[in-house]
């Protein structure tokens, strides 16, 4: 008769293998709808691509609000009340009386008046008129960005699932054959962590998973000498 313990552990297993089984699945019709995604973003004829609308605005920055740095202004809202872009930022190069937005619009930017500390300029121009290719790399790139993370997620679930297997089955935990796939498991928890963006959270969890595998071997080694005691 199985100890509790064990029972425990071939229960947990279980159902942990039909989880990452299921999440696994879900990952391969998501790459698959990325792919999918990506081949239509590059189907997409540039005339296609369009978008209508004129800038004409005037904004005084103060000194008291932003922080900044004149000859090639660079102004960061410290009370979030301007966004451009993705990081609440708005880079101007005044040599060529340009403010850019993003990595695909760019309006003309006149100096109408200035004082000490603070400065009034009138931003025109053509939402229409943007570089078009660049929207499609843009897309493109960030489909690949999510197919990676995704291909990255499911061979993490792919060697999780082997863990949760022999747990769903074993008589002892401590097996050659167990430790050896929590060793494997943590060292890609480990790469999952540092290709997809050097996430501190899933590498400490892959070196508390690889940890685990060692202290695992021990017990091991320790069941196999009882065995061979007995």
Not at 120 to 144: I, M, N, P, Q, W
Request: hydrophobic share 45%; proline share 1%; aromatic share 8%.
């Amino acid at each position: 008769m199985k100890n509790s313990n064990i029972k425990t552990i071939n229960g947990i297993g279980k159902a942990c293998s039909i989880i990452s089984k299921i999440a696994f699945v879900f990952c391969i019709i998501g790459a698959v709808c990325i792919l999918i995604a990506q081949v239509a973003v590059l189907a997409i004829p540039l005339d296609k691509i369009n978008l209508s609308g004129k800038a004409d605005a005037t904004i005084t920055v103060d000194a008291e609000d932003f922080n900044i740095s004149l000859g090639n202004l660079h102004l960061t809202d410290s009370k979030g009340g301007i966004s451009f872009g993705n990081d609440d930022i708005v880079s101007v190069n005044t040599d060529e009386d340009k403010v850019e937005l993003g990595d695909y619009w760019s309006l003309d930017i006149e100096e109408i008046s200035s004082e000490d500390s603070s400065a009034t300029y009138k931003l025109t121009g053509d939402f229409s008129e943007f570089d078009k290719k660049a929207v499609k790399r843009g897309l493109f790139t960030d489909l690949l960005e999510g197919l990676f993370t995704v291909a990255a997620t499911a061979v993490t679930l792919f060697f999780a699932n082997k863990v949760f297997k022999e747990l769903a089955k074993c008589e002892t935990p401590f097996t050659e054959s167990l430790v050896k796939k929590i060793k494997v498991l943590g060292w890609v928890m480990i790469g999952y962590g540092v290709v997809t963006g050097l996430s501190l959270t899933t590498v400490v969890a892959g070196l508390t998973v690889l940890m685990l595998g060692f202290v695992f071997a021990h017990g091991a080694e320790l069941q196999k000498e009882s065995d061979e005691t007995l």
